[in-house]
């Protein structure tokens, strides 16, 4: 494996595979970075820029070594104010509805107004989408479905400033980025073993988790 810092994607005249995009694509590359021209993609992408740098503290030292401070959380509270943001959506699974409040009072504490929207607003029958019986959670009964597009067309209809995606279930989430009109970001992705921290069969991908590969 490459280090990074002598990676063709973050160094001049560094290296990479065969497959190397950086070094391969660089016609595609050059259009994506047209994009940039547009004031507010340039200010979104700037502000996240600094928003990442500002994650790391005691970057006035010589031979500087990462040295993290910030929670997603935090993050995302700082990022929101930066762009002037006050009206944040709030699309979540009913699974996590108390974490949801958790996570809802403190942004409000942060000053921000909070639209919040659970998973299985409408309750829609999962039969809606040609669901079976034999398909469902709950056999043999009424069973709502997670309606994502409901989510984003809620926060959609209210007008929010930026979305945060708190669980929904994969696939769920897809729909979600497919149909909201504001900029998302995720706070949490959903790992039912994990207690939500996918990355965590990763880590252990060559002991615990090596059934995987």
């Not at 507010?40 to 040295?67: G, M, N, P, T, V």
């Not at 019986?133 to 479905?145: L, N, P, T, V």
């Not at 959903?190 to 207690?195: A, E, F, S, T």
């Amino acid at each position: 494996m490459i280090k990074n810092e002598e990676r063709a994607c973050q160094t001049k005249d560094g290296r990479g595979p065969d497959s190397c995009p950086t070094k391969n694509l660089e016609s595609v590359i050059d259009k994506a970075n047209q994009v940039y021209n547009d004031p507010a993609i340039l200010e979104f992408a700037r502000q996240a820029s600094i928003q990442e740098a500002e994650c790391y503290i005691d970057r006035d030292k010589k031979s500087y070594r990462l040295h993290p401070s910030k929670t997603r959380l935090e993050e995302i509270c700082e990022f929101a104010k930066r762009m002037g943001y006050n009206r944040l959506g709030l699309a979540f699974c009913a699974g996590l509805k108390r974490e949801a409040y958790t996570l809802s009072k403190i942004l409000e504490n942060k000053g921000f107004e909070v639209i919040s929207v659970i998973c299985s607003v409408g309750c829609t029958p999962k039969e809606k989408i040609g669901i079976k019986d034999s398909e469902k959670i709950y056999r043999g009964q009424f069973e709502a479905m997670c309606s994502p597009i409901a989510q984003a067309a809620i926060l959609n209809e209210a007008e929010t400033d930026f979305n945060i995606l708190l669980g929904l279930c994969v696939g769920h989430d897809s729909l979600f980025f497919k149909n909201a009109q504001a900029p998302t970001t995720v706070f949490a992705a959903k790992d039912r073993v994990l207690g939500h921290n996918p990355l965590a069969a990763i880590y252990t991908a060559d002991s615990y988790y090596e059934w995987l590969k």
